[in-house]
């Protein structure tokens, strides 16, 4: 939400083009970055650990999170932030007393997107771990045993791979329908 800010607010030099960079990091696949990935983490001592996985989900979700966010601080004009300044407000508290409600359905929006890209993205989790912090999909696809297909894992696996995508869409439902109303995703 910050860099967000920033290049919603703020002019400064090379501003346009590092917002064009993190656009592009949206156009790269996730293949592409395996290779490095795998070495870095392996190198480092992090690799089959929830980290690795956290840390490359978070490097291809925070360019979306920053493009998304920045639609919807820009839709709020900058007088807001001048007239709360002017009634004392100091930039954090103004941050979270008003401006975080005001972008309340670009933070649920984005945040559902987010979590769509990440809970589908099973290329990063499968190559970065190999038994400790394997993602549910993955474990889903070992479930044939030596007498066929375990149907009661690959259902339990089935039932918790859906309800985190649930328990989401629940809590951002008014959010989601409010931010695409407004034309900004």
């Known amino acids: 939400m910050p ?18 960079w ?5 156009m790269a696949p996730p293949a592409v970055f395996l290779l490095p990935y795998f070495q870095l983490y392996y190198t480092v001592g992090l690799f089959d650990t929830h980290i690795a996985v956290a840390l490359a989900h978070c490097l291809f979700n925070i360019p979306l999170a920053v493009w998304i ?12 932030d001048e007239t709360a300044f002017i009634d004392g407000y100091s930039f954090p508290r103004f941050f979270v007393k008003i401006f975080i409600p005001m972008i309340s359905s670009g933070i649920g929006v984005t ?6 890209f990440s809970w589908v993205e099973l290329l990063l989790a ?8 394997q993602p549910i999909a993955s474990v889903m696809t070992q479930t044939k045993g030596a007498s066929g297909i375990d149907w009661g894992t ?25 931010g695409f109303a407004l034309g900004r995703t």
Do not use: C, W
């Open 69 to 80: 966010l920045e639609g919807f601080m820009s839709s709020v004009p900058k007088e807001i």
């Open 154 to 178: 690959l259902a339990a696996a089935g039932a918790l791979t859906i309800l985190p995508g649930i328990v989401v869409v629940y809590f951002v439902r008014n959010h989601i329908a409010k």
């Open 22 to 26: 993190l656009l592009t990091n949206l």
């Open 3 to 20: 860099a967000a800010y920033a290049f919603s607010r703020y002019q400064f030099i090379g501003d346009k083009h590092l917002f064009f």
């Open 111 to 116: 945040l559902f997107f987010l979590f769509m």
């Open 126 to 133: 499968s190559t970065l771990t190999a038994t400790n912090a």
